[in-house]
């Protein structure tokens, strides 16, 4: 077998195959792709009209939204071809993903093909989510059945971090090592060992869960809406909930999945089944976004944009539906999920139907997954990954049911007269109480209850996967405030971790960043630091509404004080004596992206959505982010021309691009286009599983502390690009207003923008202080703070967590 996976093909170039294939190349390896050739093309046809099948796949990869290459150019390291004629293309490979139509003989004939030109290495797999695995390979050769086992990917595979791993019993353990480390290293995914049952775990559990919310919708009466208000982040599960995560997938692919499941399952629960209303909608093509209409739609108005929801009773659309329960709205003011789910569930179900309808699903779901083990997986670890990697829980059902209370909802079900699955009999006659319980010298920082053993084993994770909360369970945290908290992750190591509410950047992580940087207020303890957090998102930037609080009372000193802090903080974490690694991820905006870009190295996951946002509500970026790109520019245009002055051409062309990225408030919508747009460097280092940020960050600023770390010198001899550039930039926010592109307060903004980024109205290459630029950000800053359409930027965006748009 071999160590280590360098080349894939994938088999099929259908929605799953081509985007497989496309989330092979953002991992940077080459892979080929093959498809069938169109039925009555003739067979001296040539190779465009052979292919077309297979370009037509991988065109609809490069123009999915939302996009399935981290960076269009990747689409480079995917070579087409068809089955007929390029068969031969997959024999260098060293895994080859089976992804064709949910039919045993059209795969079993394509293997067979394949079979004849692969290496004896090559590791084989299927995509299926409807057949059984080992059935694909029957009556192969024992060689070929050594090879073969199946990976069960989510879509969009970029995005959707589960990969359920099937072994067969002839699979070979050390292929499917090699496979899960390659889908966790390179392709960032969670590894979840399934067992060969119809729809394996995630769509197992994940279908039961939807098909039971719809029989309850049906029998308590509820609205679409109402369901959606009750499925989405108030339990944790995702924002889009049931029914827009249906439309998002499509109502067929999940008909699909159910099909399979009624057809092939037999269990406590198989009556369940799709409603009518929805065999209904299947019929009238309203199969959710791909036919432009699902459980929701939008349609033009004399207002605008409308979305419109339908009634299932009469399958007719009408004005989206707000739903109101006074439980949702009190349970907005929780902030923990755990807290929030007891509330819900304590309400009185007579009373209440947000009580109701959660104590009826969740208890129902709690007995389902516990009937599964062993008949699934072994263990409720796997489930609980299953659930929150492939359908973006946040707590896994076993993990939800620890949240509620196992023993006293135990009770309250058996006061009911509902089912009690025997497994969590088993759980509290052994004396235990939580399926997971805390271990702190564990690198999961938990274990949790193994039914085989009627005992607690830890839970075990790969080497490398770590996060801040196990770091904390393990090691001290030195010092905390609000907002953030400095962890010793061992060997020298720092932690600063954000937990404010959206990792938002007001005065206690400002101050914590800016004392422990400083001699003596804690740095000196450690060689090193890494700035990480645990949540979906860095940070979505400044605490605007302090801002906007100060502006309002006229403030001025205090919103001078505050600019002038949190660029302290930032020029403390760029001169730091002891090398400071930023760990972003998820958004990483405004403010967020102004830390990064003063670090001495970052260390980035793949998902990054990067930008100085600051425009979008009326300033600019205020934290020495103008600053930083501007030394950007002028180093990039100094790396091509040494002797060039402010006005050479490579200056005008690096100039336009920083101001554009600043002016347009761009934002990366990978790691790849992070370094694209200058926030990323050539040495920063990208990971590709959110779960080995921190281990990967750590060990870079270990190797930055080995290579011998000298912190930069504040500079004051940057040749500033002037007054020749600002005409230019200048000239350009004039057309745009002329041409009523931008209105008349973003034509401020952008000559403000110009203005800072040029060092003001300067000779060309005269030499400018860092701390120059810096004076120039804060004043620039300070002037659109008292603009009144700043303000009420402001105000809409905190309304509406939306920038204005004039």
Same mark, same amino acid.
Not at 11 to 23: F, P
Not at 208 to 214: D, E, P, Q, R
Not at 490 to 501: A, L, N, P, Q, T
């Given at each position: 077998?071999?160590?280590?996976?360098?080349?894939?093909?994938?088999?099929?170039?259908?929605? /799953?195959?081509?985007?497989?294939?496309?989330?092979?190349?953002?991992?940077?390896?080459?892979?080929?792709?093959?498809?069938?050739?169109?039925?009555?093309?003739?067979?001296?046809?040539?190779?465009?009209?052979?292919?077309?099948?297979?370009?037509?796949?991988?065109?609809?990869?490069?123009?999915?939204k939302p996009a399935a290459f981290a960076d269009a150019s990747l689409a480079r390291l995917i070579t087409i071809g068809?089955?007929?004629?390029?068969?031969?293309?997959?024999?260098?490979?060293?895994?080859?993903?089976?992804?064709? +139509?949910?039919?045993?003989?059209? !795969?079993?004939?394509?293997?067979? !093909? &394949?079979?004849?030109?692969?290496?004896?290495?090559?590791?084989?797999?299927?995509?299926?989510?409807?057949?059984?695995?080992?059935?694909?390979?029957?009556?192969?050769?024992?060689?070929?059945?050594?090879?073969?086992?199946?990976?069960?990917?989510?879509?969009?595979?970029?995005? /959707?971090?589960?990969?359920?791993?099937?072994?067969?019993?002839? &699979?070979?353990?050390?292929?499917?090592?090699?496979?899960?480390?390659?889908?966790?290293?390179?392709?960032?995914?969670?590894?979840?060992?399934?067992?060969?049952?119809?729809?394996?775990?995630?769509?197992?559990?994940?279908?039961?869960?939807?098909?039971?919310?719809?029989?309850?919708?049906?029998? /308590?009466?509820?609205?679409?809406?109402?369901?959606?208000?009750?499925?989405?982040?108030?339990?944790?599960?995702? !924002?889009?909930?049931?029914? *827009?995560?249906?439309?998002?997938?499509?109502?067929?692919?999940?008909?699909?999945?159910?099909?399979?499941?009624?057809?092939?399952?037999?269990?406590?629960?198989?009556?369940?089944?799709?409603?009518?209303?929805?065999?209904?909608?299947?019929?009238?093509?309203?199969?959710?976004?791909?036919?432009?209409?699902?459980?929701?739609?939008?349609?033009?108005?004399?207002?605008?944009?409308?979305?419109?929801?339908?009634? @299932?009773?009469?399958?007719?659309?009408?004005?989206?539906?707000?739903?109101?329960?006074?439980?949702?709205?009190?349970?907005?003011?929780?902030?923990?999920?755990?807290?929030?789910?007891?509330?819900?569930?304590?309400?009185?179900?007579?009373?209440?139907?947000?009580?109701?309808?959660?104590?009826?699903?969740?208890?129902?779901?709690?007995?389902?997954?516990?009937?599964?083990?062993?008949?699934?997986?072994?263990?409720?670890?796997?489930?609980?990954?299953?659930?929150?990697?492939?359908?973006? @829980?946040?707590?896994?059902?076993?993990?939800?049911?620890?949240?509620?209370?196992?023993?006293?909802?135990?009770?309250?079900?058996?006061?009911?007269?509902?089912?009690?699955?025997?497994?969590?009999?088993?759980?509290?006659?052994?004396?235990?109480?939580? @399926?997971?319980?805390?271990?702190?010298?564990?690198?999961?920082?938990?274990?949790?209850?193994?039914? +085989?053993?009627?005992?607690?084993?830890?839970?075990?994770?790969?080497?490398?996967? @770590?996060?801040?909360?196990?770091?904390?369970?393990?090691?001290?945290?030195?010092?905390?405030?609000?907002?953030?908290?400095? #962890?010793?992750?061992?060997?020298?190591?720092?932690?600063?971790?954000?937990?404010?509410?959206?990792?938002?950047?007001?005065?206690?992580?400002?101050?914590?960043?800016?004392?422990?940087?400083?001699?003596?207020?804690?740095?000196?303890?450690?060689?090193?630091?890494?700035?990480?957090?645990?949540?979906?998102?860095?940070?979505?930037?400044?605490?605007?509404? +302090?801002?906007?609080?100060?502006?309002?009372?006229?403030?001025?000193?205090?919103?001078?004080?505050?600019?002038?802090?949190?660029?302290?903080?930032?020029?403390?974490?760029?001169?730091?004596?002891?090398?400071?690694?930023?760990?972003?991820?998820?958004?990483?905006?405004?403010?967020?992206?102004?830390?990064?870009?003063?670090?001495?190295?970052?260390?980035?996951?793949?998902?990054?959505?990067?930008?100085?946002?600051?425009?979008?509500?009326?300033?600019?970026?205020?934290?020495?982010?103008?600053?930083?790109?501007?030394? *950007?520019?002028?180093?990039?245009?100094?790396?091509?021309?040494?002797?060039?002055?402010?006005?050479?051409?490579?200056?005008?062309?690096?100039?336009?691009?920083?101001?554009?990225?600043?002016? /347009? +408030?761009?934002?990366?919508?990978?790691?790849?286009?992070? =370094?694209?747009?200058?926030?990323?460097?050539?040495?920063? =280092?990208?990971?590709?599983?959110?779960?080995?940020?921190?281990?990967?960050?750590?060990?870079?600023?270990?190797? #930055?502390?080995?290579?011998?770390?000298?912190?930069?010198?504040?500079?004051?001899?940057?040749?500033?690009?002037?007054?020749?550039?600002?005409?230019?930039?200048?000239?350009?926010?004039?057309?745009?207003?002329?041409?009523?592109?931008?209105?008349?307060?973003?034509?401020?903004?952008?000559?403000?923008?110009?203005?800072?980024?040029?060092?003001?109205?300067?000779?060309?290459?005269?030499?400018?202080?860092?701390?120059?630029?810096?004076?120039?950000?804060?004043?620039?800053?300070?002037?659109?703070?008292?603009?009144?359409?700043?303000?009420?930027?402001?105000?809409?965006?905190?309304?509406?967590?939306?920038?204005?748009?004039n």
């Amino acid at each position: 077998m071999p160590t280590k996976i360098r080349k894939v093909a994938v088999l099929g170039a259908g929605t /799953m195959g081509a985007r497989i294939a496309a989330h092979v190349a953002n991992a940077g390896f080459p892979c080929v792709l093959l498809d069938i050739v169109p039925t009555g093309t003739p067979p001296n046809a040539n190779q465009a009209a052979k292919n077309k099948i297979v370009s037509a796949g991988l065109e609809a990869a490069k123009k999915s939204k939302p996009a399935a290459f981290a960076d269009a150019s990747l689409a480079r390291l995917i070579t087409i071809g068809n089955f007929d004629d390029d068969i031969k293309l997959i024999a260098d490979c060293d895994w080859v993903v089976e992804a064709v +139509a949910e039919n045993l003989e059209i !795969k079993r004939s394509l293997l067979r !093909k &394949a079979e004849a030109v692969l290496k004896p290495s090559a590791i084989v797999t299927t995509n299926t989510s409807g057949l059984p695995v080992a059935s694909i390979a029957e009556g192969f050769s024992p060689e070929f059945r050594r090879r073969w086992f199946g990976t069960h990917f989510f879509n969009p595979p970029r995005y /959707m971090r589960l990969l359920e791993i099937i072994p067969t019993p002839d &699979a070979d353990p050390t292929a499917i090592a090699t496979v899960s480390q390659f889908g966790d290293l390179w392709l960032g995914k969670g590894i979840v060992s399934a067992k060969d049952t119809p729809n394996f775990i995630g769509n197992r559990i994940g279908t039961f869960s939807v098909l039971n919310v719809m029989r309850v919708m049906l029998e /308590m009466d509820l609205s679409i809406e109402e369901v959606d208000a009750l499925t989405g982040t108030a339990v944790g599960w995702p !924002k889009s909930a049931t029914f *827009r995560t249906i439309d998002l997938v499509g109502l067929d692919i999940l008909g699909h999945v159910v099909g399979n499941m009624l057809r092939n399952v037999k269990d406590e629960r198989s009556e369940l089944k799709l409603p009518d209303f929805y065999q209904q909608m299947l019929e009238r093509k309203l199969l959710g976004d791909k036919t432009k209409g699902g459980f929701y739609k939008k349609a033009k108005s004399a207002e605008g944009e409308q979305r419109l929801g339908i009634d @299932w009773k009469t399958l007719e659309y009408r004005p989206q539906q707000k739903p109101k329960f006074a439980a949702l709205e009190m349970a907005k003011n929780v902030e923990d999920t755990g807290e929030r789910l007891r509330m819900l569930l304590g309400g009185d179900p007579s009373k209440e139907k947000a009580a109701k309808f959660y104590w009826t699903t969740l208890s129902d779901l709690w007995t389902y997954a516990a009937n599964r083990i062993p008949e699934i997986s072994d263990t409720v670890v796997e489930i609980d990954r299953a659930m929150k990697l492939g359908f973006n @829980w946040e707590m896994g059902p076993f993990e939800l049911w620890d949240a509620a209370g196992v023993e006293a909802t135990v009770a309250r079900m058996k006061k009911e007269g509902k089912p009690i699955a025997a497994n969590v009999e088993k759980l509290l006659t052994s004396g235990k109480k939580s @399926w997971y319980t805390d271990s702190p010298s564990s690198p999961s920082g938990k274990s949790y209850f193994d039914l +085989a053993s009627s005992s607690y084993k830890i839970v075990e994770v790969p080497a490398g996967v @770590w996060s801040a909360i196990a770091a904390k369970k393990s090691n001290a945290v030195v010092k905390k405030n609000a907002g953030a908290s400095l #962890i010793d992750l061992g060997d020298g190591v720092g932690c600063i971790e954000f937990h404010s509410k959206m990792n938002s950047l007001g005065g206690d992580i400002i101050q914590l960043i800016t004392q422990t940087l400083k001699p003596g207020g804690g740095s000196d303890n450690f060689e090193a630091f890494v700035l990480y957090n645990d949540a979906p998102n860095f940070s979505v930037g400044a605490n605007i509404m +302090a801002l906007l609080l100060s502006i309002q009372e006229g403030e001025w000193d205090e919103v001078d004080f505050a600019i002038r802090a949190f660029q302290g903080m930032t020029q403390a974490i760029k001169f730091s004596p002891k090398p400071v690694v930023s760990a972003p991820f998820g958004m990483c905006l405004g403010g967020g992206c102004e830390i990064n870009l003063h670090a001495a190295a970052r260390n980035p996951h793949t998902e990054l959505y990067m930008g100085m946002v600051e425009v979008g509500v009326g300033l600019l970026p205020g934290g020495g982010g103008c600053k930083e790109m501007t030394l *950007r520019a002028t180093n990039a245009a100094a790396s091509i021309r040494p002797d060039g002055r402010g006005e050479s051409v490579e200056m005008m062309e690096a100039m336009k691009r920083a101001f554009e990225t600043i002016a /347009m +408030a761009k934002v990366s919508t990978s790691a790849a286009e992070a =370094h694209g747009l200058n926030f990323l460097t050539d040495g920063d =280092h990208v990971t590709m599983n959110r779960d080995r940020v921190l281990t990967d960050a750590k060990n870079r600023a270990l190797e #930055i502390v080995r290579e011998g770390h000298q912190p930069p010198v504040m500079r004051s001899d940057i040749s500033a690009p002037g007054e020749n550039i600002l005409a230019t930039l200048k000239l350009g926010v004039h057309l745009m207003r002329q041409g009523e592109f931008i209105s008349d307060h973003e034509q401020k903004i952008g000559n403000k923008v110009a203005e800072v980024l040029c060092g003001g109205a300067i000779s060309p290459g005269t030499p400018v202080s860092e701390q120059y630029l810096l004076d120039l950000e804060r004043e620039g800053f300070k002037s659109l703070c008292g603009e009144k359409k700043t303000q009420e930027r402001i105000q809409f965006t905190l309304k509406t967590g939306k920038p204005l748009r004039n």
